[in-house]
């Protein structure tokens, strides 16, 4: 099999680059609404669903010990998705958009680091269980000073999520649809926990959707195919890295997070 | 037109059963290195449970350092619970020798070994049930340890001995040396120095790591006994006639097992505490 750089880009027609434009837009029109709900004008509607969720904090200690787990165990969240991601690497019809699978994504998960970024830039923003005019129950289990974080908006988890299910969704529909229902899942999960409201998930998987569509350009896309042809010409390198990105992207560098800023708070 | 993916790590289909013939009649438990493991663990044993003056002395020495340098307790304490930096680098090699070219026709093997590694620390659980209760470094008074910066030990047992992450690090260290030795002796080697930093934090003793590993040298080299292997093969079967199934299951084992299973065990014991 040829290591060239894949030819699938060049198979789409100007009516597939229209709509690959299209959706790429709409993200970053809902980028740039999120934004402006969160910093200038909340909406009224936001603050009430977010207590209408609330109703059910504390009703069940099961649930929301559920809802808990979903939210910080890796293993049954991001190791899920990345599985999806595997499984569409080695499926034989797609084997030929490989490169486009890779770079798609890696921009997935570099959304999540720009969200990290967005979140340090932006001014503080109090998340929902610190929010004082929201005044929410937390439900059992979770600290109300849990996370130290400056803003709560966009949320990295949701770019994660989000934006994994959208790779998996655009390369096959039936896994898509699953990967979709399940970063929904947890993206809901966090909301109901208190970490974020609404508008901060939809901000970071519209963020995620946008850094996907972007990464389709072909610059990224010959970047993407390099690396894939790796796995065929050094299959011993490739997937042991793989394996470790993988395992990064899962938790999303939790474990990278914490050591760098413990590392940092010696050098400061 | 075939349905199996066609990559360049994976023979043609005839190859591949000559290869699983001649690779089934080409792999078999190294008695000796057993026998060997067995009498060494016997003789450990009572030692490590009686607590002898060398031990101690060992432990004093190594604990030495601790609460003088702020940066090396904070590097110890990352490799005793960071999975990144310990059981991920690990799992990475068996999947490097997964895909060596000149390894395909033993993949069943290296399977049954990287789950036998695994299952070696379930064993090492079992046993800590049935070993008379022993205090880890920490927790003994006659010991006297300084503990290092930062540590907050969460022990939930007052079992040191074997210890099951020793068990499994050194484990998967063992089935990469057994398959490919410059990789391997890398692997053990690393294997080796991230248990140890468990033993200068204070969870283990020194025989605790080594009776650990001496246990998952065992376990695996029982794992290439016929019917084990056979397993092995089956399910290595599967990696090439459905890779889409077999390789995310193989990624979430592979995040389960360099994890040593932690979540799952903390969800399980979460969902008993409310029954």
């Known amino acids: 099999m040829s290591s060239t750089p894949l030819q699938h880009v060049g198979h789409q027609s100007g009516r597939s680059a229209l709509r690959e434009s299209v959706v790429a837009l709409i993200a970053l029109l809902l980028v740039i609404t999120t934004t402006l709900i969160t910093f200038i004008m909340p909406l009224g509607m936001e603050e009430q669903a977010m207590l209408a969720i609330n109703q059910m904090a504390r009703e069940s200690p099961l649930f929301d010990y559920i809802m808990h787990v979903l939210s910080y165990q890796n293993l049954i969240s991001g190791v899920g998705l990345v599985a999806g991601l595997w499984a569409l690497w080695f499926m034989p019809s797609l084997m030929p958009r490989r490169a486009e699978l890779l770079t798609c994504s890696v921009a997935a998960f570099c959304s999540a680091a720009l969200s990290r970024i967005m979140q340090q830039l932006t001014p503080p923003h109090p998340r929902p269980l610190q929010d004082e005019a929201l005044n929410m129950t937390p439900p059992a289990g979770v600290d109300a000073q849990t996370l130290h974080d400056f803003s709560s908006f966009p949320s990295d988890h949701g770019a994660v999520y989000i934006g994994l299910a959208w790779v998996i969704w655009r390369m096959h529909r039936k896994l898509g649809m699953a990967a979709i229902a399940f970063a929904v899942l947890l993206c809901f999960t966090r909301i109901y926990l208190g970490f974020h409201f609404i508008t901060d998930i939809i901000g970071g998987g519209a963020l995620a959707i946008l850094t996907v569509q972007i990464a389709l350009l072909t610059p990224f896309q010959r970047i993407g195919g390099w690396f894939a042809g790796f796995s065929q010409t050094a299959p011993h390198w490739f997937y042991p890295l793989a394996f470790i990105a993988c395992y990064g992207i899962a938790t999303l560098v939790e474990e990278l997070r914490q050591l760098a800023s413990g590392l940092l708070r010696f050098i400061l | ?275």
């Open chain 2, 1 to 275: 037109m075939s349905s199996r993916a066609t990559t360049a790590t994976n023979a043609s289909s005839d190859a591949d059963r000559a290869s699983l013939h001649s690779s089934l009649a080409a792999d078999a438990p190294s008695w000796p290195r057993i026998v060997v493991a067995l009498i060494a663990f016997v003789i450990l044993a009572p030692l490590a449970l009686s607590g002898t003056t060398v031990e101690y002395a060992f432990m004093s020495f190594i604990n030495q350092p601790a609460q003088q340098n702020a940066l090396l307790d904070y590097f110890m304490n990352a490799f005793s619970y960071q999975k990144l930096i310990t059981g991920v680098p690990l799992v990475a090699a068996i999947c490097a020798i997964w895909c060596m070219p000149s390894m395909i026709a033993r993949r069943g093997d290296i399977l049954i070994c990287t789950i036998a590694a695994f299952v070696t620390s379930l064993v090492s659980r079992v046993m800590q049930i049935f070993i008379p209760a022993n205090p880890r470094p920490l927790q003994d008074e006659v010991l006297g340890m300084t503990p290092p910066f930062n540590i907050s030990p969460e022990f939930h047992d007052l079992t040191s001995f074997p210890s099951d992450h020793a068990a499994v690090f050194i484990g998967l260290g063992y089935v990469v040396w057994r398959f490919c030795r410059p990789l391997g002796v890398l692997a053990i080697v690393f294997a080796v120095l991230v248990s140890f930093s468990r033993v200068y934090m204070g969870f283990h003793f020194a025989t605790d790591v080594i009776a650990g590993g001496i246990l998952s040298v065992v376990v695996i080299e029982l794992a290439l006994l016929t019917p084990f292997r056979r397993i092995g093969a089956w399910l290595t079967g599967f990696s090439r006639t459905h890779p889409q199934w077999f390789y995310p299951v193989a990624f979430m084992a592979c995040y389960a097992i360099a994890t040593l299973m932690e979540e799952p065990r903390e969800l399980l014991s979460g969902l008993a505490a409310m029954i």
